[in-house]
Nanobody, 118 residues
Framework: QVHLVESGGRWVQPGGILALSCATS????????MGWYRQFPGKEHELVAT????????NYGVFVQGRFTISRDNTHNTLWLQMNDLQPSDTAVYFC???????????WGQGTQVTVSS
C-alpha cells in the first residue's frame, strides 16, 4: 500500500523560508518521477515542481520563478521542496505524488498546510 506523508508546512511571514519533506513507502520510489503539488480551497491540485527518477531533469510551475527547489533522496525514499521568498499567494496545502504526466497519481496523502501572511 502506498503511503505519502508530507510535513514541514507552517505559518511564515512573507519572504520566509520553508523546507517540505515527503516520506514515501509502498512503491519503488527510485523508479518514479515525482512531483510536488498544491491545492487552494475548492480548487484542483496544481503542479508545483517535478523531478525525474534519477533527479536529472526538473521542471517548475511558472509561478515558482526561481524561488523553490525540488530534490530527492532515493536512498531514504524522500522527496523535498525548499521554498524561499514565500508570498501570500503561496498559501495552500502542499502534496507530493508521482509526476502525473507519466500516469495516474497515487491516492493523495494528507498534505501539509503552508500559510504565508503578515
Amino acid at each position: 500500500q502506498v503511503h505519502l506523508v508530507e510535513s514541514g508546512g507552517r505559518w511564515v511571514q512573507p519572504g520566509g523560508i520553508l523546507a517540505l519533506s515527503c516520506a514515501t513507502s509502498g512503491f519503488e520510489f527510485s523508479d518514479r518521477a515525482m512531483g510536488w503539488y498544491r491545492q487552494f480551497p475548492g480548487k484542483e491540485h496544481e503542479l508545483v515542481a517535478t523531478i525525474t527518477a534519477g533527479g536529472q531533469y526538473i521542471n517548475y510551475g511558472v509561478f515558482v520563478q526561481g524561488r523553490f527547489t525540488i530534490s530527492r533522496d532515493n536512498t531514504h525514499n524522500t522527496l523535498w521542496l525548499q521554498m524561499n521568498d514565500l508570498q501570500p499567494s503561496d498559501t495552500a496545502v502542499y502534496f507530493c505524488n508521482r509526476d502525473w504526466t507519466y500516469g495516474a497519481t497515487f491516492p493523495w496523502g494528507q498534505g501539509t498546510q503552508v500559510t504565508v501572511s503578515s
